[in-house]
């Protein structure tokens, strides 16, 4: 069983219209709500492609009820622990004539002492029978800011990697944990190292503890640095879509390589051409898979040797985004 976390999860709302008008008033046809958040999207990917996996996380309010309704319309096994406080929706409005998204995250709800001791028992419990581990987003208020690091510790004294998507000082108190693999954003990277190069910027991580890092970098696809080497993933050409959710199934494939020990460039291949799909489909935590068939051997994965450049495109429609 592969577990993710969601320690601030959402209900995640999404309009399509063919252009907004700014200023203006927006006709929506058919929104779209379901049950979301990194580690959900996550789940939902590993499910599709045939893995056992279980979500948990921190859920509350009517908002909470209906994300845990979704989970079981969808089949997956949910896990959540019940809070006082409500979870929290995100907006996700997709603009057809231009191909891109734009996303409102709301803050989430504050989570008690109790609350919080509650969750880290049935994560010791559930870690027994996780193969891996993954630990996705923000943290809502009330946990302690060193969240995922004992989050990973607790997994690390189980013997199950853990795999890590977040940023800045979340991120940085995980480090020295030892996580199996730290999946940021070329912008989230930024923000935990500073403006440094992306592979500067992976090899910082992986000096405080990470053992392996990549690192999305929107068009160019993904710069990975792991204990085999420095690797680049390149899709065949940019999609147009949805892109929320993308970095959610890189993270999938990621995962899913490293519970089957592929070597990296497969995982990445995998993981560049999941990602692409998923943005050619409607809703985060989906992915076309007519889509993804067709582009999995035309991703293009080489190894970044020292002094090699290894600078992404200008953002423009990121098909990997986390």
Known sequence: MILTVTLNAAV???YRL????????NRVTAPAERAGGKGVNVARVLAALGHDTAVTGLAGGATGEALRADLATAGLRDEFVPIDGTTRRTVTVVEEELGDATVYLEPGPTVSGAEWSHFTAR??????????VVLAGSLPAGVPPDAYGRLVALAAQAGVPAVLDAEGAALRAALAAGPALVKPNQAELAATTGPVDPLTGARRL?????????????PGGLLASTPDGDWRARPPEPVRGNPT??????VAALTAGLVAGT???????EAVALSAATVLAPLAGSFDPVEHRQLLPRVRVRPVYPGSPARPAAPQGDPCPS
């Open 18 to 25: 063919d252009r907004v008008a700014r200023h203006g008033s």
């Open 12 to 14: 995640d709302v999404t």
């Open 263 to 269: 070597p990296w460039p497969v995982r990445l291949a």
């Open 206 to 218: 992986r000096a405080a503890g990470a053992r392996a890092v990549v690192v999305s970098l929107g």
């Open 123 to 132: 994560y010791r419990r559930l870690l027994r029978s996780a193969r891996a």
């Open 245 to 250: 959710g993308a970095g959610d199934s890189a």
